[in-house]
């Protein structure tokens, strides 16, 4: 029943409340295995230097390993180009650097920036504010009850006024997979660029930027196994040229006179200052590990916890799932809540178990608006969870209305 | 952390009981008070009259520590003067911050003592505190709007 990645996890042998850690929230971050932790303090133990920057060899040497690590990126995402792969510190600032260098250069009064209303706030806030700023219109996709972007939705919404279009592959609420293929085909056919969130999608299944066609990809480090504070943005090199730099100073510049710059080729102009190597080498590191997993073993052991735990769900009277009815467009994670029992209480009463859910918003106000909910609870499962880890959550949810005073 | 240190039987009661939870009929100030993280969402509403609270409800929705921190709370204020009010606010928010610790100090709070060991959960002390809070802010608001009244009549 257990799986021997657990093994690799030292945070999932320890002990919560003195009982077994049951993580299942890995859409919020991952765990992260002893080969990145390893390679983390391995940079800091033998390789640290600023790189680009000394003639030594340790400088040498940590430029080497920050850009042997923008190639496998690369490679990972299928993209053609080294220059198309720029480090941020998270999804989040690969977002803000797209609508405050993309956004804001190429967005007129009148145009529509089109994203979906499944988004994680950080796909929604940074284009409010170039809407704002740009007298544009947000337009929102909305799914349908079972929480699937319809090819309608698409074919309505996306139009010649359309200049972004702005959309998770995974939602983080209802881990729906949505189909990029279709919402490509026809931005491009309206002249649109096309920005997908991969922060959902990228830990768990196979991504080619180039077989999608996508124009832009936003991912962070820390929900694949990597370390906090390292990000990913891909662009088309064509794209990224014609963008202005987002933040300015060192290293991302040419030349630097007294009263104008030119700046450094992609993708130096868009990675001002000192980066974070060391989360680089991690996020590297961990590439490694899930390509030694394979995605195909990741979908698959995913597949399988869902098929046995959305039916247990199924049969508790007192559970409302969200976004469960089709489980084929669906990575592993579930929404739901528990009858009477606000999901901060239900949280609490399983933590006592030893299982760790998320309960709240998931930064996703928009969607719980539309859901017509106040909050919900969500447990994500990852590659090194169990059946034995969804039975912990199932025999915790069984006790949740009892500790309440409620009949289960 | 022991769950039954937190979700006790008086707790559980409070979050069940609408005893309190109800729209108020004329009251004088109402306020809303948010945990914007969690997304819990109350509405205070007062009946202030001569100093004393004559009559307090809410509405809104939040989670059991919220629903029943503030249930025991208008519990603890109906008929009282604001000033024992804002003692009940202040003992509340010392028992929290474990400032105030001696029971003879906590006795005026009664059945919220039950919140006590909400301080050995971090996540979850904003929740108790919500409703503590409005209430100091509505006081405040209440306040303002008789001190504003006796300064037009001079
Ligand atoms: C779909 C999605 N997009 C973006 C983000 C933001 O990621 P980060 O906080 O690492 O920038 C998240 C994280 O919760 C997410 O789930």
């Avoid at chain 1, 504010?129 to 219109?137: D, F, L, S, W």
């Avoid at chain 1, 080498?281 to 490694?288: H, W």
């Avoid at chain 2, 108020?24 to 306020?31: D, H, R, Y």
């Amino acid at each position: 029943m257990s799986n021997h990645y657990v093994n690799d996890f030292p945070i999932l042998q320890k002990t919560m409340n003195g009982k077994r850690l049951v993580y299942l929230d890995n859409g919020a971050t991952t765990q992260k295995p002893l080969s990145v932790i390893n390679a983390v303090q391995e940079y800091y133990a033998a390789f640290n230097a600023n790189p680009h920057r000394g003639a030594y060899e340790l400088s040498v040497k940590a430029t080497q390993i920050y850009e042997d690590a923008r190639e496998k990126v690369r490679k990972f995402l299928g993209a053609e180009k080294t220059s198309e792969i720029i480090f941020t510190k998270n999804a989040t600032e690969s977002l803000n650097l797209l609508a405050y260098s993309y956004g804001m250069t190429f967005i007129n009064p009148g145009d529509e920036i089109v994203i979906s209303i499944a988004e994680h706030h950080s796909n929604i806030v940074p284009w409010q504010q170039v809407a704002k700023a740009k007298g544009a219109t947000l337009q929102y996709l909305y799914v349908n009850e079972a929480g699937i972007l319809t090819d309608e939705e698409i074919e309505k919404k996306i139009s010649s006024k359309t200049k972004i279009v702005a959309v998770t592959q995974v939602s983080n609420v209802l881990g729906i997979i949505n189909p990029i293929e279709k919402i490509v085909h026809k931005a491009h056919s309206v002249g649109a660029v096309v920005i997908v969130d991969d922060a959902q999608s990228v830990p768990h299944f196979s991504v080619d930027v180039r077989a999608l066609d996508v124009d832009f990809l936003v991912f962070s480090g820390h929900k694949m196994l990597a370390p906090m504070g390292v990000g990913v943005l891909y662009g088309k090199e064509h794209l990224l040229d014609k963008m202005p730099p987002f933040l300015s100073g060192g290293d991302m510049i040419e030349y630097v006179w007294e009263q104008d710059t030119s700046f450094a080729p992609l993708p130096a102009k868009f990675e001002a200052g000192t980066q974070n190597v060391g989360g680089v080498l991690g996020l590297s590191a961990a590439i490694d590990y899930i390509e030694k997993v394979g995605f195909s073993n990741i979908e698959q052991i995913e597949e399988e916890l869902i098929h046995y735990a959305i039916p247990k769900l199924w049969q508790l009277p007192f559970i409302t799932l969200y976004g469960c009815d089709d489980l084929s467009k669906k990575t592993g994670v579930i929404s739901f809540n528990v009858k009477d029992i606000h999901p901060h209480d239900v949280s609490s009463i399983l933590d006592a178990d030893g299982v760790a859910i998320r309960a709240g918003h998931h930064c996703a106000h928009p969607l719980m608006q539309y859901l017509g909910v106040n909050a919900t609870c969500r447990a994500s499962f990852y590659f090194y969870n169990t059946r034995e880890d969804v039975d912990a959550l199932i025999n915790a949810l069984g006790r949740v209305r009892g500790v309440l005073g409620y009949e289960s | 952390m022991n769950l039954s240190e937190i979700y006790t039987e008086i707790i559980a009661e409070h979050n069940k009981s609408k005893r309190n939870k109800k729209q108020l009929e004329n009251p004088t100030v109402i306020l809303k008070g948010r945990n914007p993280s969690c997304g819990d969402e109350i509405e205070l509403a007062l009946k202030v009259e001569k100093n004393i609270i004559q009559d307090a409800s809410f509405t809104g929705v939040g989670c059991a520590i919220s629903q029943a921190s503030t249930s025991m709370m208008i519990d603890l204020i109906r008929g009282q003067t604001i000033e024992k009010a804002q003692l009940l606010i202040d003992t509340f928010l010392g028992m929290i911050k474990r400032e105030i610790t001696e029971e003879d100090q906590l006795e005026i709070l009664d059945e919220a003592v039950a919140l006590q060991n909400i301080s050995n959960m971090p996540a979850r002390v904003k929740c108790a505190v919500l409703s503590w809070h409005t209430l100091e802010s509505a006081i405040t608001t209440e306040e303002g709007k008789t001190s504003e009244s006796s300064q037009s009549s001079h």
